[in-house]
């Protein structure tokens, strides 16, 4: 079975960037949904900049299979609307509870790392992580300051929103 895994809006004639996985045992990172010039699109294969500035494509489907993946692929990127109508209010309970500390949520264990200082649950095919505070970046500054955040992450891979002092902002 061939999935798409991660997708990712893309900027310009871009519109998207997706990886695959094959029966959940082979990932494929790097396709590229690309508009033509007929409004159409087409999907990119991922590739790699040689020593001689050609790009070199990284993984070569053949013939039918060929036809069949970019099937897949275009379906799933043109169809795919992220869902966060229901996400916000969640990742915002969710992010509330990890912050005060409980143990439990919806009958889950919450992971915790760092001595404590990032806990982690995940729900559904949704995870939620608190900032960790010790990270050098804006976001580890501002967890130092006091400020609660709590990051939402689809499928293990498609971080789609923040929540900051109780205030869910999407990614996506």
Sequence with gaps: MIEV??????????????????????????????????????VGLPSKKGTDG?????????????????KIILDAVLDYKPDTRKIDVLAVDVAKQLHAGVERIMNKKVSQYKDGKVRAISIMNYKFITQNPEKDTRYGKMAQKGHDITWAIRNDSEWIGKVINGTYTSLV
């Excluded at 990932?27 to 590229?32: I, Q, S």
């Excluded at 993984?59 to 993946?69: A, G, I, V, Y």
């Design 5 to 42: 895994t991660r997708i990712r809006k893309g900027d310009g004639k871009i519109k998207a960037f997706c990886d695959i996985e094959f029966d959940k045992k082979f990932a494929v990172k790097g396709f590229r949904v690309v508009e033509n010039k007929d409004g159409g699109y087409f």
């Design 54 to 70: 050609v790009n070199y494509a990284m993984f070569l489907p053949r013939d039918e299979f060929k036809t069949e993946l970019e």
